[in-house]
């Protein structure tokens, strides 16, 4: 078993294989399928993933492998199969999808540590090693001369662990630790020959006599009321060693969390949470769509499903979309099982997350909470899998690999004999089409669980407004509402739609539109700088004085940003204090956090935002949600519009009344008539199911067809339709029947950094070879890809349509 089949990090199509190298001989108890090891290429030297170790290759003369990054494997004989699983699903790359299973830090470059964790004896070698200190350089030990194994052993015994420093801004969180450096009867000796006026010198050892364990220097000088220089003089006369110590960072502090405990179900929990119970303790793979309303308590069912899998010794995945994923969200979870949880979140530091990473990679917790890539984690024994809010599109990634995180659910799910349960207000018609035929097991909350009703909506038509001569953005009603609010001493929640909105700037003269030069799209105002800015290839420039194409100076900015929104709300309501939550006002980090605070704190009366105001919110005092702009979805060139506007508006609406206060909606919108909006507001999620899958089915789309798309840029015009062209006939002559395929037809956006983009969409029921179909497509355009610049997307069951 000396040889080692090696995924090789090189992004190439042709290389979507293993390669065989040999194992020289300090690595042969080392190696283990999983580590990550340096490799010769041709003239170069790259990371590889080590998928199997076999005794015989069908190559002779095979390279050695050069070095071994990892000491314990970072990926599991099931993930290293999943990533083979998510490369043919996905149409992207074996070392892609591998590299998506691990944290950013295992992937950049990085400098490696060796750290002592015992104070018991090593190994003579391991000692000399060391030499007394706490930590070295891993390039010490490869100068060494000491075997890996020893090495490896003294990792898997806890005696020494492994770190990885990166050279960018990433490092480890030090601190430094104070302990005595000599026995007891010396120390007391030692008082003795310290000078009488020195009394704190005399105090901190007598601190140590006391507690004579290392502790951190600033706890000491905290408790001895002493000071660093004392520490240093101690430390000086030999008395006293200081030595730095890593700590994990833990982003949360879960001393400060509430511990809950398990609320007795009601009813309608307790028939949903039956099942699910039965297929963890059944041990028995499953997928549960628990379709509850706002407020319902999914997640105290998620909560008692994981209890059962943590007292059965196993482990739970919890996803949560990225903007979910507030304090709130993860005090429910720690509160309830405190250390036991990881957080992965992207909002934390690179750091950050490779320390939660570990926690879970050395079995420190049994639960982690994350978004999308936490579906991911390492864990070996996984009891439950749940993905809350499953409609939310974040969950497929956008780039290579295109995984979808339920997909990759399922299949670890199917591998641990696990349940999978996915939880939504409003689930995708994908998944609950899936579980009215039966393949998903469906679970439903219809009552809030306080019995309080579900807020009133009342549809506001903007026409009628405008009709009336009222010109603002604000309804009458609104803003009377919105008074009454904030005199009670309540507070209000207002949504500006803006997915497909933004402010633009043209002339009123002659309707010139300033847009980017390199992408066709409208620029951006950006109020604070004054400047335009285009969202898709960051180009910028200045507002103009005039207008470039006609002169005139009448030149201004259209739109509803969210700060004209807070402008004009400002002027009608003077006295009312104003929140804005936008991509602006949250990029810093901890931002999106401090103003949801402030909002919970009562330090505003309205909470303004876009989209991530929808989310999770759980405010007592809110009793008004107003949504400006209903329907700015509807007319996006994506067939989920409607769907998108239904669930948005449903979960904005779940916002008001969750406590004792009844809450009220008013949704604005110049389309009163269209059935998602209508039907959102009467929570008849039943209807807008059965209405929108008759147009699924009657327009060709999911869950009725399956889609592809295939998007080919070129910074040639001619070329990239010619090419997308090639693509269409070679799909067409090989493709059954009552398969669709269209194009080529310009993207949304025909232009983005100045290539040209050309789309083509295939729609069909059952194509078991078109996996392979696709493959040979892109290797017939390899040649183009590489030495022309070519660029082609194959996007499979595709979320965004731009
Ligand atoms: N069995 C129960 N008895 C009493 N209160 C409960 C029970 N289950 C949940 N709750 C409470 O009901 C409220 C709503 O529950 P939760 O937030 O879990 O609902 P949800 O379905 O996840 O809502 P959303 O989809 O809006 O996030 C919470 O305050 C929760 O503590
Ligand atoms: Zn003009
Ligand atoms: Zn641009």
Redesign the pocket.
């Known amino acids: 078993m000396n040889i080692a089949k090696v995924i090789v990090d090189v992004p190439s199509s042709a290389i979507n294989q293993t390669f065989d190298y040999s194992i020289p001989k300090r690595f042969q108890e080392v190696i283990k399928p999983g580590m990550r090891v340096i490799v010769p290429f041709g003239p170069r030297k790259i990371m590889g993933f080590v998928v199997e170790r076999v005794s015989e290759s069908s190559f002779d003369k095979l390279k050695d492998i050069v070095d071994v990054l990892d000491i314990t494997p970072v990926l599991t004989k099931e993930l290293l199969d999943l990533g083979k699983w998510v490369a043919n699903n996905t149409l992207s790359l074996s070392i892609t999808a591998l590299q998506a299973m691990l944290p950013q830090v295992l992937k950049s470059k990085y400098r490696k540590q060796l750290i002592r964790e015992t104070d018991e004896v090593l190994t003579p070698e391991l000692e000399h090693l060391f030499a007394g200190r706490g930590f070295i350089d891993y390039e010490e030990f490869e100068h060494a001369n000491i075997s890996y194994y020893q090495l490896q052993k003294a990792i898997q015994e806890g005696d020494i662990s492994i770190e990885y420093l990166v050279e960018s801004k990433i490092t480890k969180k030090q601190i430094v630790m104070v302990k005595p450096s000599k026995e007891p009867y010396l120390l007391e000796e030692a008082i003795m020959d310290i000078p009488k006026n020195a009394n704190k010198q005399k105090q901190v050892i007598s601190y140590f006599l006391e507690y004579p364990k290392a502790v951190s220097q600033k706890e000491l000088i905290n408790k001895v009321k002493t000071t660093s220089s004392t520490i240093k003089n101690l430390v000086d006369k030999g008395i006293l060693e200081t030595y730095k110590q890593e700590i994990f960072r833990n982003p949360y502090n879960d001393d400060a969390i509430k511990r809950t405990t398990p ?4 009813e309608e ?1 307790q028939n949903a949470i039956e099942p699910i119970q039965a297929s963890i303790n059944e041990h028995q793979h499953e997928v549960f769509l628990l379709h ?9 069912v998620y909560l008692q499903a994981i209890q059962n899998v943590i007292s059965k010794g196993k482990e739970a995945i919890v996803l949560v979309p990225e903007i979910s994923l507030t304090p709130q969200m993860v005090e429910r979870f720690k509160g309830r099982f405190g250390k036991n949880v990881a957080v992965m979140h992207s909002a934390l530091s690179a750091g950050e997350k490779y320390d939660e990473w570990r926690r879970i990679h050395r079995k420190e917790v049994q639960v982690v909470v994350g978004a999308r890539s936490a579906i991911f984690a390492p864990f070996e024994n996984l009891g439950i899998i749940i993905i809350d809010e499953e409609h939310e599109t974040t969950y497929k990634q956008e780039d290579q690999p295109r995984y979808h995180a339920r997909d990759v659910a399922i299949e670890r799910g199917k591998y641990h004999q696990c349940p999978v349960v996915l ?1 939504s ?1 409003t689930p995708t018609l994908e998944s609950y089409a899936r579980a009215s035929k039966g393949v998903y097991q469906l679970a439903t ?1 219809s009552k ?3 019995d309080q009703p579900m807020p009133r909506v009342d549809i506001i038509d903007m026409r009628k407004e405008l009709h009336a001569g009222n010109r603002t953005m604000f309804s009458r009603k609104l803003m009377q509402k919105m008074e009454q609010c904030i005199q009670k001493g309540e507070q209000v929640v207002l949504l500006l739609n803006r997915r497909g909105y933004s402010t633009f700037v043209m002339c009123r003269d002659c309707g010139h539109v300033m847009e980017c030069p390199h992408c066709d799209i409208a620029l951006t105002y950006h109020k604070n700088s004054n400047r335009l800015k285009c969202h898709y290839c960051s180009y910028e420039t200045n507002l103009p004085a005039s207008c470039p194409e006609c002169t005139s100076d009448s030149i201004r900015y259209f739109g509803t940003g969210t700060q004209r929104v807070e402008e004009a709300l400002g002027k009608l309501l003077p006295e009312a204090r104003i929140l804005r939550m936008d991509v602006d006002t949250t990029r810093r980090k901890g931002s999106h956090e401090k103003l949801l605070k402030q909002f919970g704190d009562r330090k505003a009366d309205i909470l303004l935002g876009t989209q991530m105001i929808a989310k ?1 919110l ?1 405010f007592e005092n809110v009793t008004l949600v107003g949504v400006l702009t209903a329907d700015s979805m509807l007319h996006l060139p994506d067939f989920r519009s409607s769907e998108r506007t239904f669930q948005l508006l449903t979960q904005v609406s ?1 916002r008001a009344g ?1 406590h004792e206060l009844t809450g009220e909606v008013l949704v604005q919108t110049y389309t009163p008539d269209h059935y998602s909006i209508e039907l959102a507001s009467v929570y008849n999620f039943h209807d807008f199911y059965k209405k929108e899958m008759s147009m699924r089915r009657k327009f060709k789309y999911p869950p009725y067809f399956y889609l592809v798309l295939i998007t080919v840029s070129h910074e040639n015009n001619v070329l990239a339709v010619q090419r997308t062209q090639t693509i269409v006939q070679m799909l067409m002559k090989s493709v059954k029947r009552n398969t669709v395929v269209l194009g080529p037809t310009p993207s949304p956006i025909p232009r983005i950094k100045d290539r040209y983009r050309y789309q083509c969409m295939i729609k069909y029921k059952n194509e078991p070879n078109l996996r392979p179909l696709l493959n040979k497509i892109m290797e017939y355009f390899s040649d183009d890809v590489r030495k022309n610049n070519l660029l082609i997307t194959v996007d499979l069951e595709p979320y965004h349509f731009m």
């Open positions: 609320l007795p179900l009601t929990q509850g309303v706002t407020g319902s308590g999914k997640t105290e939880g207000a909350l809030r669980t306080n999770g759980d779940g969750r």
